[in-house]
């Protein structure tokens, strides 16, 4: 039986580099693979996994009304599909989570989901929320805090380095925008 996974971590932890080596060894194995990214990431352009250890490689870009499951069902008809992937998993709306469920439970296809647990105001994001209470296997990507802690949440920062506390949930870009920090820190920072 297929298994849904959900790698959750915060910012610059690593998920689109554990993310680039899973795919590399499936299709080092001879096996085909199919990338799915956030249309808002534009860290690398759009349709682009990009890690900052400087190895990428082209995803189809997720919008809020792709069907990534018939998108899959479409590939997998050509030719096998070993694994779908799916980067920044926290954009994904609870039914598109749904439809990555389906591709597992109906379609016998592993499903791998990569994203942040939560947003600059340590809110779940829609997607993970939905990933949180759905997957299969839910794994954490850990990164290290300022202070040694395992950092757990996500301080967004103006270009002073000053805690920003208002603003949309989907901004998102550059590394300098975000600070992985633990909980305490996050507290202390955005005054709670
Ligand atoms: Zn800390």
């Known amino acids: 039986m297929a298994k849904l996974y959900f790698y959750y971590a915060s910012m610059n932890a690593g998920k689109s580099t554990t993310l680039l080596q899973a795919d590399f060894n499936y299709r080092e194995r001879g096996m085909r693979t199919l990338l799915f ?70 379609d016998d296809i592993p499903v791998l989901a990569y994203g942040l647990r939560t947003d600059f105001q340590g809110k779940l994001f829609a997607g993970s929320a939905e990933l949180l209470a759905l997957a299969d296997s839910l794994v954490e990507i850990k990164s290290v ?17 000053k805690a920003v506390r208002q603003g949309e949930q ?18 202390q920072r955005t005054g709670g």
Do not use: W
């Not at 030719?79 to 980067?87: K, M, N, T, Y």
């Not at 802690?149 to 967004?156: D, G, I, Y």
């Open 37 to 106: 990214t956030a249309g808002v990431h534009d860290r690398g352009g759009k349709g682009v996994i990009d890690s900052r250890l400087g190895i990428s490689a082209t995803a189809i870009a997720f919008g809020g009304s792709t069907d990534l499951r018939q998108i899959a069902q479409d590939a997998h008809l050509e030719a096998p599909l070993a694994c779908v992937l799916v980067d920044e998993a926290q954009f994904l709306s609870a039914a598109q989570v749904r439809q990555l469920a389906a591709l597992c439970d109906e």
């Open 145 to 161: 805090c300022e202070c040694g802690r395992k950092a757990t949440m996500n301080l967004r920062v103006d270009a002073f380095g």
């Open 170 to 187: 989907k901004q998102i870009g550059g590394n300098e925008r975000y600070v992985a920090l633990c909980r305490r820190h996050f507290m």
